[in-house]
């Protein structure tokens, strides 16, 4: 079985909204819907379990329903960090799931061959996460001035879906709640613990809504149809 795990319990300040941006409408519907539709419709995921703030479980609840959303088996009440949210939502997958996916709710453009090829890292490495090799010039700056310039050779971006054996991610979170330790994903968490991490081919188009800019470029991709665009080009299937 593989299961798919949402961290959604995060205020989204970066956004400058009342609402956390996971909970904002993309058109007709939530931004996290449209990211779990995605997975409603991939035939390898099998169930779904989100990690939210306790008081948007019953909007979460409603939505899911409206949308007709039926892979997910619970909703559960998320911590103060994204990991402690993946701890919470991994404790209430099924038992049998053998591979966890985590995605992040504001990525609603994942395509089906992303999350195949995660899929199929998994299967192969024991973990595979997406990423993009970074094409522009890296520097460090402090105070609005350049003090060094960083390689890029070798550096990639890190996107998700990350995928897991299920026995790998639960040991390395449990370790991490036992060590008081925090990460800022899951494939860090695994380095952290000795793991191999392999990597996928990211695509650009996975893109993470974070910033104002970022909603209104997902509010034109939706309405240039962008979803019928990447069926056309075989992305999603």
Same mark, same amino acid.
């Given at each position: ?39 409603? =419709? &991939? ?14 479980? +019953? #909007? *979460?609840?409603?939505? /899911? ?25 991994? =404790? &209430? ?14 990525? +609603? #453009? *994942?395509?089906?061959? /992303? ?123």
């Amino acid at each position: 079985m593989i299961t798919l795990l949402v961290p959604a319990a995060g205020i989204g300040k970066r956004m400058g909204k009342e609402v956390p941006k996971q909970f904002l409408f993309l058109k007709d519907k939530p931004l996290f819907v449209h990211t779990l539709s995605i997975f409603e =419709k &991939h035939p390898l995921v099998n169930s779904i379990v989100i990690a939210t703030r306790e008081e948007y479980i +019953p #909007f *979460v609840e409603k939505e /899911l329903l409206k949308a007709g959303i039926k892979k997910v088996v619970s909703v559960v009440k998320g911590g103060e960090t994204r990991q402690d949210s993946v701890y919470q939502a991994l =404790k &209430h997958a099924p038992s049998s799931t053998e591979i966890f996916l985590v995605h992040d709710a504001v990525r +609603p #453009f *994942v395509s089906f061959s /992303l999350i195949e090829r995660v899929i199929q890292g998994v299967k192969k490495h024991g973990s595979a996460i997406p990423a993009l090799p970074v094409r522009d010039t890296m520097v460090r700056a402090k105070e609005g001035k350049i003090y060094k310039k960083l390689e890029r050779e070798n550096a990639f971006l890190v996107q998700t879906p990350q995928g897991f054996r299920a026995e790998i991610l639960r040991e390395c979170l449990e370790k991490a709640q036992k060590d008081g330790l925090l990460f800022t994903d899951e494939g860090t968490l695994l380095l952290h613990y000795q793991k191999e991490v392999h990597i996928v081919e990211g695509e650009p188009m996975n893109l993470k809504i974070t910033y104002p800019q970022d909603f209104l470029l997902a509010e034109h991709l939706i309405e240039c149809k962008i979803v019928e665009f990447q069926k056309e080009k075989c992305l999603w299937k």
